[in-house]
């Protein structure tokens, strides 16, 4: 029996259960997953270790420790090893039977310091190596915030960028790798199981992986052979550029120091590097990288390293002669078969985050990978026997969903939604739609639309005009508990979400559209797509229109206020967004405005007053909610206190809110709900759907 929601409010999609991918046993009959739970009523957050029968879709609990995270297995049977973080700063690492869950998780050892990102590679019958990730201070060992000696003053001082990145400020501590082996005697008891000592694998090299500030498990990989990871190049200035290299360290588990790491170079692709995986035996490596130095957004080209003894053999997928490639789309993971034959890759396609296959080898590939799967938005991908995937997915009405699927046939098949395929949040697939229409130039732009679950055809519904961050970005088939179209749909809204000029999954050409263009095509993108809901989509009611947009979605909303579309408005909405183009050194990536602007400030001024909102205040008009956060040091505070001073100044209805403790994004489930209440009252004040709702129960009262 499926419990389902009256009505899918803020409060439900906060507190609904959050679910990790599914990590499948080497049998291929259970598999892993964590999820978490908020209270509103108790103010608590819950979390679970649960293991899933693959076969039948039950679960059971592995653990409910608060502290508890990151599962996997261990070997081929089903023994399972987690994280726990434990007293005076330490992490333990726990052990239990994944066939007796009634038994005592066990102990096995403690690091003195908070790691994270578990990976297990097995080296023999019985040794395996344990790799995570930790702080290192400046003398290479594992940093402990706990027991670390406390500065007398609070003062900072520094002589190069960055100073500050995304939400906190840059000590000297730095992102590492660790690494040890787990040995197991006789059976396979905790009592005949020994850890060594964590070593830094990078201690005395000035690299740092994974990347600040959003580096993970994804940053590095490791076999039987070594470790390969990302790190940014140290002799250059991290702000400006975005070079980051592969590396390669060879391990030699019975030295007690790493190998100097070695660099894989990768000829004119000078940009990020990203998601080292290992073939099944090792001996391969399947990466991605940028060609631009400079652009954080460059599509990422799919590399393979054959044999990982020879780093100066480096192959790539689909490349042409004017260095551009042939496969147009931006491939993100990467998962190997079990032959090592082929590659599965997610990339973004038409606002789906699709799973392809290719063969894994470039001299082989020559036709362009296949798309597998092509609905949702697919967050992993990993190995079942009989060369069989264990895929998670969501979409724009399920958060979490676990499936089979057979690369060969393109069959799936459903082993466990979270939602009920949406059922649980009284959702449905039949409230999606999508539209293209004509954009600024010669191309067609294309569009998502979420209707209400109570949704008739004869009736007018107000519009919420979602606009997406990036700008290089894309509204997808895919969950969100940030930014859901389908909060918003519930409210009595038909929600548009567009992909205008810049967004990605829709080739490059009209990706890199937006450079030097900020205010232009996609602007004028946005003003075709207006103008197509209101010709030739009758249930909207484009009077009662609303604008909503954070980051660049938020400058967007800026611009638009000073723009005649923004008269077509009822209210707007802005979240940490650009209030000035002039202020973007206030930033602390600098590459991004360099990039987008197609210079410096000093050099290419012109450029950046050219899409500046700030030049067109005198036209602001419309009621307006801004919303910025103290911790947002990708847009500092000030670009949200200018604006809402500017409409106080004016006399225009307006609203301000902020979190101290929030950054660029609202995270904390008690600060979300409070955002969702400020931005609906907002716009449903101006699209008077409370009035409308209130009229609607008067009536059947009457009746």
Same mark, same amino acid.
């Given at each position: ?66 502290? %508890?995270?990151? @599962?996997?297995?261990? =070997? !081929?049977?089903?023994?399972? *090893?987690?994280? #726990? ?5 330490? +992490? ?55 027991? %670390?000696?406390? @500065?007398?003053?609070? =003062? !900072?001082?520094?002589?190069? *960028?960055?100073? #500050? ?5 840059? +000590? ?532």
């Amino acid at each position: 029996m499926t419990v389902r929601a009256k009505k899918f409010t803020p409060e439900v999609l906060l507190s609904a259960p959050r679910r990790s991918s599914a990590i499948p046993n080497q049998k291929g009959t259970l598999a892993l997953f964590t999820v978490s739970t908020y209270s509103f009523n108790s103010q608590s957050k819950s979390s679970e270790i649960r293991v899933l029968d693959i076969k039948t879709g039950q679960t059971n609990l592995v653990s409910s420790d608060a502290q %508890a995270s990151e @599962p996997t297995w261990l =070997g !081929k049977k089903n023994l399972i *090893l987690w994280l #726990r973080g434990g007293e005076k700063g330490t +992490t333990n690492l726990m052990l239990t039977d994944g066939d007796n869950l009634e038994l005592k998780p066990a102990t096995i050892t403690s690091f003195n310091g908070s790691v994270a990102n578990l990976k297990i590679t097995e080296i023999d019958s019985e040794t395996f190596a344990l790799v995570v990730t930790g702080l290192a201070t400046p003398s290479g060992s594992l940093y402990n915030p706990e027991t %670390a000696e406390k @500065p007398k003053s609070t =003062g !900072k001082v520094y002589s190069k *960028l960055f100073v #500050r990145q995304w939400d906190s400020y840059v +000590t000297e501590n730095t992102s590492s790798i660790w690494y040890t082996t787990l040995k197991i005697k006789g059976s396979s008891g905790s009592s005949n199981m020994t850890a060594g000592s964590l070593r830094n694998a990078l201690a005395g090299s000035s690299l740092e992986s994974p990347v600040p500030p959003f580096g993970g498990a994804g940053d590095f990989d490791a076999s039987k052979n070594g470790i390969v990871f990302v790190a940014k190049d140290p002799k250059i200035n991290a702000a400006n550029y975005t070079k980051t290299d592969l590396y390669f360290i060879p391990l030699d588990f019975t030295k007690p120091r790493a190998q100097t790491p070695q660099i894989v170079k990768t000829g004119n692709l000078k940009g990020y590097s990203a998601s080292p995986v290992f073939s099944p035996d090792g001996n391969s490596v399947a990466f991605t990288r940028m060609k631009s130095i400079q652009y954080e957004s460059d599509k990422p080209r799919l590399l393979l390293i054959p044999d990982i003894t020879d780093l100066t053999n480096v192959q790539e997928f689909y490349e042409t002669p004017d260095g551009e490639g042939k496969w147009d789309l931006r491939p993100e993971t990467i998962t190997w078969s079990q032959s090592g034959e082929e590659l599965y890759v997610t990339a973004e396609e038409n606002g789906r985050g699709k799973l392809f296959k290719l063969p894994a080898s470039p001299r082989h590939a020559k036709d362009l990978p296949k798309a597998i799967v092509s609905d949702g938005t697919v967050t992993d991908v990993k190995l079942l026997p009989n060369n069989q995937l264990l895929v998670s997915s969501n979409s724009l009405v399920d958060n979490s969903t676990y499936s089979i699927l057979d690369p060969e046939t393109d069959a799936s098949s459903l082993v466990s939604s979270n939602s009920k395929l949406g059922k649980a949040f009284g959702l449905s697939q039949d409230q999606v739609d999508e539209f293209w229409f004509a954009g600024a130039e010669d191309y067609n732009v294309h569009a998502w639309v979420l209707k209400p679950s109570n949704f008739d055809k004869s009736k007018k519904y107000p519009l919420a005009f979602l606009i997406h961050g990036g700008p290089q970005g894309a509204w997808n088939e895919g969950w969100s508990t940030r930014w859901n179209p389908a909060v918003f749909a519930e409210q009595g809204y038909v929600v548009v979400t567009p992909n205008p000029t810049g967004s990605t999954g829709y080739g490059m050409e009209f990706q890199n559209g937006i450079k030097n263009q900020w205010g232009g095509r996609p602007y004028i993108d946005l003003v075709k797509c207006f103008e197509y809901i209101e010709a030739n989509i009758s249930y909207v009611d484009i009077n009662r229109a609303v604008a909503l947009g954070a980051s660049y979605g938020g400058y967007m909303v800026n611009w638009i206020q000073g723009h005649p579309l923004g008269r077509k408005f009822k209210a707007l909405v802005t979240h940490d967004g650009v209030f000035s183009t002039l202020n973007q050194y206030s930033s602390e990536e600098l590459f991004f405005p360099h990039h987008d602007f197609d210079g410096t400030l000093w050099d290419n001024r012109e450029n950046y007053e050219k899409w500046d909102p700030a030049r067109h205040l005198k036209n602001w008009a419309t009621p307006h909610l801004i919303i910025h956060n103290e911790l947002d040091y990708r847009l500092p505070i000030a670009e949200g206190l200018a604006p809402f001073n500017v409409l106080q100044t004016k006399g225009i209805d307006s609203k301000f809110l902020t979190f101290p403790d929030e950054n660029h994004w609202v995270l904390k489930p008690e600060n979300s709900l409070l955002w969702h209440k400020e931005v609906l009252g907002w716009i449903n004040k101006y699209t008077r759907i409370e009035e409308e709702e209130l009229n609607a129960c008067v009536s059947q009262v009457r009746m």
